[in-house]
């Protein structure tokens, strides 16, 4: 049973800094690109951030010089700081895998991030 474990959500005020972490417990080498998604109440998920296995990273333009996506292949692990952080970047955070030869991504179960004074 491959199990993909979030950890590093939680309350901060604006301003604040939050790490989040992800590690999917698979070693067939399927993992490719990984990433995070949010998604606030109302609204639809939305892509935070993505870094490809060797490195290449993508941003939503709203997260652009605020946050970090970061990686180890080794631990399949993936990785977002986030500083400067506002009321809107209040939502439920989850951590992507995508997969080659077209195998299912992995999703994580969502970790709360609450920015309020």
């Known amino acids: 049973q491959v199990q993909v474990v979030e950890s590093g959500g939680g309350l901060v005020q604006p301003g604040g800094s939050l790490r989040l972490s992800c590690a999917a417990s698979v070693r067939d080498g399927s993992i490719n690109t990984m990433g995070w998604y949010r998604q606030a109440p109302g609204k639809q998920r939305e892509l935070v951030a993505q870094?490809?296995?060797?490195?290449?990273?993508k941003y939503a333009d709203s997260v652009k010089g605020r946050f970090t996506i970061s990686r180890d292949n080794a631990k399949n692990a993936v990785y977002l700081q986030m500083n400067s952080l506002t009321p809107e970047d209040t939502a439920v955070y989850y951590c992507n895998a995508e997969r080659r030869w077209g195998l299912r991504d992995y999703w994580g179960q969502g970790t709360q991030v609450t920015v309020s004074s």
């Open positions: 870094i490809a296995v060797a490195g290449m990273t």
